[in-house]
């Protein structure tokens, strides 16, 4: 048994291939359901009702989409160069701490303006050092990334945690580990008011907007898809490998802190350790479902924001397990990524 | 030794081979016999369906239609093991071997089975070193392979089938890695074996040697079979002819005007061994501005550190390279680039274009920063550089913004060319640059170089190909070993006075004399 390339896949293939995929999900799932006695036809519309039913159920899921598509975009931006960062949940919480350490008071009387500019900014860079660091132990010593980048997750967990229980711990809080609340003039405000959509997905859009434009416009977006389809020809032309790295990885860690950034300016206004239920992890779900796309990210990671949201809505009526959704969403992938392939491959006996 | 005759006894046959990749007719309705006792030459540009025939014998592809027999009874399609156990041998062009294992054992190495203890090394060194007697392949069954050279590895290859009873061998492209004393022994190793009723397929694309050695040449172009012929009955003319379906006239290239200004020295000049390959040793060389200067010699002796080194991959561990008389303050291929310094490199698919970037975008691989304004790339002026290049150099592919892994060999190494030599380069590095190439793409990789010499360019030509080096060049170096002998100007040296050279003797009478 061999795989072989397809050269002009057919338009069959390309169709039925990734729709087989959903019935496959489908399927597993209605299993699942009825094994926890359900009536799959039901949850499976309670959960398209609970994530799209309603104007309100519409701006959850958007809600929720919005710091996937962020960790997205810095996922697939990594990928691209074939810088695999794993890294993106301690992004996002170091993007938040530096959101909370400057927007809880050290800048007060500073223009709302200024203080979301700067507290952005600071964000960025305090993801894109994070990953700075194993992109060089990768490019000079050549430790592999994804088991920095991993560990750094739990680093920089334990190092927030830290710094809840002391010296961020809010006063007011009653003994809980958490920080105090942002400024309300550095807080993002909602896009119409009275509903709870923030100003944060707009600014995922434009950044998706904004990396494909990189990704497919610029110089610097040419130099990452040559080191990441063949870094060796890349080096013998003369791209600058290492520094190239060094700049994806400035990107892509900017661009999961933005995640952070975001869920405490726009959505919950202060930091805690609940900020991410793995937000960083699920974003690489969301790249490989996009195909590493920038445009894709925001189709992939609404689509899967969906289905947590409709699965938590889906589960309170119901009576099944919302646990449904991680499965819904790991057989989503898995099928996926194998449909995908056969639209490339076939299988050959010779 | 005599053709056999016509009445042998068939031991192979392929009949009706059809096999399609995609749009691509690789093999169209092949048939092929050969028989007892019998040399034949299967001869044909890259690309022309050698490789996926041997590969569907072999059983790794199936074939769309047609059949496989080995003395009459049919092999099953797409079974690895069952041409190996019908009696077919197959000698690769990169060797199968372990280096960190004794000759015997990887000889031994899969041919008993996994609950029996022990090897049976004494056994079967008694046996290789009978098989070694008999042919003439004069190898020490406790040596390790890493210590060997690439003939003795060949050697050791050779055995290897042997060892398995093989009655049919099949050699690709044998003396790519010999010396011609190297060539000329494993010629005589082949006539022994057909004589004791082997058969043998030689797959090669140089005309000389398949005229020295083959009863019966099979001409392949296309996937088709397009000639057949007695060795005794043809010649170099008439099989190129069939090769490319046009006749080509060998070229002969006219000496250079005048050397002119030195453009690149190297002084002594040593760098760190890369794995197996060798650095280079105390390497002294001059390029002067209208000349080719070429490097012969096996691949693996330090050819690849010097090509490393004049791209600006590597520094010199030891002495000095010099662009115009100075040492470069940064060496770096952007450095070598800014210096003009065109490379093109050994490896195409690894080093020379990025498999899945189009046409255009590995165009532009060396130009890029050119085409960039503001942090933007002018994918407009990228696409206008690729026309140009794909229209100069005769670059045929149906659109550019196809991925280049689906062009033929001889097809991206034409655009490696155009990139190279479109950016005007006053020094042109071309390592290996017709490996692999028909001898349509060759000639026109030759008649590119030449025409930038005769414009002033100097040219570093690093060919193991011994009849191009001294075919094209104005001076030939030849490169054993990590040293590089002196350089001899045209008519001053013969492929034999190379072959020592090449070989290393020649180095240590130098030493000796000295």
Known sequence: MRLEPIATPSVARLVGLPAAAIGATLAVGAGLVLAAGGAPLAVFGLIIEGAAGSRFALLETLNRATPLIFTGLAVAVAFRARLWNI?????????????VVLGTGALAGWPAAALTVVLAAAAMAAGALALLFPALLKTRLGVDEVVTTLLLNFVVLLFVSMLL????????????PQSARLLPEARLPRIVEGLRLHWGFALALIAAVLVWLVQTRTTFGYEMRAVGLNSRAAAYAGIPVGRVIAKTALLSGGLAAL???SEVAGLRGNLTLALSPGFGYTGIIVAMLALLNPLGVVAAAIFVAGIFVGADSMSRAAGVPSYIADILLATALLAMVLALMFTRFRLSRG | MTAPAGGAREVLRLQGITRRFGPVLANDGIDLVLREGEIVALLGENGAGKTTLMNILFGHYAADAGTVSVCGRPLPPGRPGAALAAGVGMVHQHFTLADNLTVAENIVLGTRPLWRPGLGLAQASVRISALARDFGLAVEPTARVGSLTVGERQRVEILKALFRDARILILDEPTAVLTPQESEALFATLKRMVARGLSIIFISHKLKEVLAVADRVVVLRQGRVVGEAQAAGTDRGRLAELMVGAAIREARVAPAAAAGAELLRLEGVATAPAGAAPGLRGVDLVLQAGTITAIAGV???????LAALVAGLVLPTAGRLLVDGTVPARWAPRAALAAGIGRIPEDRHREGAIADFDLVENAILERYSVLTRAGLLSWKGARDWAARIIAAYDVRTPSADLPIRLLSGGNMQKLILGR???????IILANQPTRGLDVGATAFVHGRLVAARDAGAAVLLISEDLDEALGLADRVHVMARGRLSPGFGRG???AADLGLWMSGEAFAEEAHAA
């Open chain 1, 87 to 99: 890294g993106a949940e301690a992004q996002l919480y170091l993007g938040a701490l530096a959101a």
């Open chain 1, 165 to 176: 229980e002391g010296p961020l711990k809010d006063p007011r809080a009653m003994g809980w």
């Open chain 1, 259 to 261: 995640a952070g950034y």
């Open chain 2, 299 to 305: 691949s693996g002796n330090g050819q690849a550190a």
């Open chain 2, 420 to 426: 190279v030599l479109e950016a005007g380069p006053r």
């Open chain 2, 492 to 494: 001053q040296a013969s």
